[in-house]
């Protein structure tokens, strides 16, 4: 798609390809179901799609590399910093594009343990270097971002359970999108 410059009456675009992507192998499945590509977020980076997935890909990354404009899986970014984190729901650059970052859905928790704190993760590396993927923490050495859902509760009003579906980057502030909130995961209203 591309975009005709911005004026504050009017922003328009077209269609310039459409398409399917091969995300991986055909017929890859996962405990014997067929696994499915859902992207949720992407940007355009060096020529290419930069992909994140809210679904696992078994024996591949979640986030990948589609050269554009052949729309062809290029590369997976399987850096272990990348990898463990589940349920990416959006990908931005920082305004200045010296780094990407991207964020899960935070909307899963454990309290009793640390098996889901995967779901709850910020993760960014420098442009064109995912081997620099660190995960946004205050404590070193940390493998999840879990400790941020307590600020992010705060500024939605201490609800027990939210979602996160979208992400913006400001000069200095990341912005997170809310889709839904609510007493638990059954019971919740869409925002």
């Known amino acids: 798609m591309s975009f005709s410059a911005y004026s504050a009456d009017t922003m328009t675009g077209q269609i310039i390809q459409e398409g399917f992507i091969d995300c991986f192998a055909e017929g ?4 014997n179901k067929p696994v499915y590509c859902e992207a949720s977020g992407v940007i355009y980076l060096n020529k ?44 931005a650059f920082t305004t ?23 779901y709850n993760n910020i993760v960014y590396w420098q442009n064109s270097k995912p081997k620099t993927a660190t995960i946004l923490s205050s404590q070193p050495n940390q493998h999840s971002s879990i400790e941020l859902r307590s600020k992010i509760a705060a500024a939605l009003g201490y609800p027990a ?18 889709r839904s909130m609510g007493k638990s995961y059954q019971n919740f209203n869409n925002v």
């Open 28 to 31: 890859l499945a996962k405990n």
């Open 48 to 91: 290419n799609l930069i992909v994140v997935n809210d679904r696992p890909i078994p024996h591949q990354s979640p986030i990948f590399s589609i050269k554009y404009p052949e729309l062809s899986v290029d590369h997976y970014l399987r850096e272990k910093n990348i990898i463990q984190a589940t349920k990416y729901e959006d990908i």
């Open 96 to 118: 200045d594009k010296k780094f990407v970052i991207a964020i899960t859905a935070f909307d899963r928790i454990e309290t009793n343990s640390h098996e889901l704190d995967n």
């Open 161 to 178: 359970y939210y979602k996160i579906e979208g992400l913006a980057i400001l000069p200095n502030e990341l912005l997170i999108g809310i």
